[in-house]
Structure formats: C-alpha cells, structure tokens
T-cell receptor, first 115, second 116 residues
Framework: KNQVEQSPQSLIILEGKNCTLQ??????????LRWYKQDTGRGPVSLTI?????NTKSNGRYTATLDADTKQSSLHITASQLSDSASYIC??????????????FGKGTKLSVKP | DARVTQTPRHKVTEMGQEVTMRCQPI?????VFWYRQTMMQGLELLAY????????DSGMPKDRFSAEMPDATLATLKIQPSEPRDSAVYFC??????????????FGDGTRLSIL
C-alpha cells in the first residue's frame, strides 16, 4: 500500500536554530516528492519538487534531500525564523495509477519557532 | 502573482442544508483538485478534473457530494444534505498536469465549513 509517514508530528525550536523534518514513503513506482509549507489558516504552498534523479534541492533557507534507495526524504531549515512556524507536508507522486491523482500525502509536521 | 480563489472563506450552516463551495483556478491551468483537510486525516483528495472533465471522484461520498466544472474559470463542490461529519476545511488546487507531471499544485486558502 502506498503510504507517506512524517516525523516528528510536532517540533518546537528556538529562533535561529536549525531543524530537520523527516519523510519516509512506500510509494511505488516513484515519480517525484514534494514538500509543502502550510501556514495557519492558509492553503499549502510548494517549497520543492524532486524527481528520482535529484538528491537535493534548495529554496532559500529550505533544503530538501531525497534518498530514493531508502525511500527517505528530509527537509532542513537553516537559521529558523518566526515565520517558519507552520505545518510541513510531504507529498509523494506515483508514476501511474488512477486514483488520488497519483499524489499521496503525509499528515505533516507542525513546527513552532519560539523567540 | 496568480492565485486560486475560493469562496466563501467560512460557512456555518445547519445539518441538512445544501452547501456550495466555489473555486476559480489559475488561468491556463488544466487540472483542478478538491481536497478536504481535518486534524485527524490530514489532506484527503475528493475529486479532480483535467481539462474540465472529471477524472476521479472516488474520494467523495457519492450520495451527498458532487463536483462540477461548468467552465474553465469555475469549479464547484456541493454537499446536499450536509452532515456534522462534513465539518472540515475544503481546499481547491489547480496545476498543469497530474502528480507525475513534476508541476506544483497551487492551493487556494480554503473554505472552513462548520455543520451544526
């Protein structure tokens, strides 16, 4: 069964610190992996999309990594800011398969950055 | 920046009433998705369209939910009759292609629905 598991469920860090969020998946055949940021009361916003051949992609202070062999991804946030407080959702796309629009969503990690 | 627009942003109504949620996708996008988000389940896909044609609505309770795209600028999600368990945030997203297209989905800010 195609699944996406994220850890931790929630995380509290101090402003200025770094953190890493994890995503493990069992989706096959794999097409791409996405990270979204969702602020409270808003819709998710795309941070990165990585295909099989990419093992790292950055978007400002956000760096995503992908290990397609172990089916793991991480999202690293550098020098956190208060505005990084949000839920981070990992989404994996299957190469084909009719249901779900080929997108399998994790339940997200809720990050709180404290001053 | 182009955005997906959803209306209304909030809706409170009584059980049994009809609810209609609307979405204006980004101009030029050929796929439209409807999602429901709850604390327990996270984001769940309800239905999606490509070039206005429904491709999959297996995530929706068929007896009460319906999704349509009367034209390229409007997608609707209706619940009739509504039930308290339908209380959730409903998101519309649009994009170019399906999941394997490597294109991001652009989400609206959702309709927060409360059924009393």
């Amino acid at each position: 069964k195609n699944q996406v598991e994220q850890s931790p469920q929630s995380l509290i860090i101090l402003e200025g610190k770094n953190c890493t969020l994890q995503c493990n998946y069992t989706v096959s055949p794999f097409s791409n992996l996405r990270w979204y940021k969702q602020d409270t009361g808003r819709g998710p916003v795309s941070l990165t999309i990585m295909t099989f051949s990419e093992n790292t992609k950055s978007n400002g202070r956000y760096t995503a990594t992908l290990d397609a062999d172990t089916k793991q991804s991480s999202l690293h946030i550098t020098a956190s800011q208060l505005s990084d407080s949000a839920s981070y959702i990992c989404v994996v796309s299957a190469r084909y398969g009719g249901s779900q629009g080929n997108l399998i969503f994790g339940k997200g990690t809720k990050l709180s950055v404290k001053p | 920046d182009a955005r997906v627009t959803q209306t209304p942003r909030h809706k409170v109504t009584e059980m049994g009433q009809e609810v209609t949620m609307r979405c204006q996708p980004i101009l030029g996008h050929n796929t439209v998705f409807w999602y429901r988000q709850t604390m327990m389940q996270g984001l769940e896909l309800l239905a999606y369209f490509r070039n206005r044609a429904p491709l999959d609505d297996s995530g929706m309770p068929k007896d009460r939910f319906s999704a349509e795209m009367p034209d390229a600028t409007l997608a609707t999600l209706k619940i009739q009759p509504s039930e308290p368990r339908d209380s959730a945030v409903y998101f519309c997203a649009s994009g170019l292609g399906l999941g394997q297209s490597n294109q991001p989905q652009h989400f609206g800010d959702g309709t927060r629905l409360s059924i009393l």
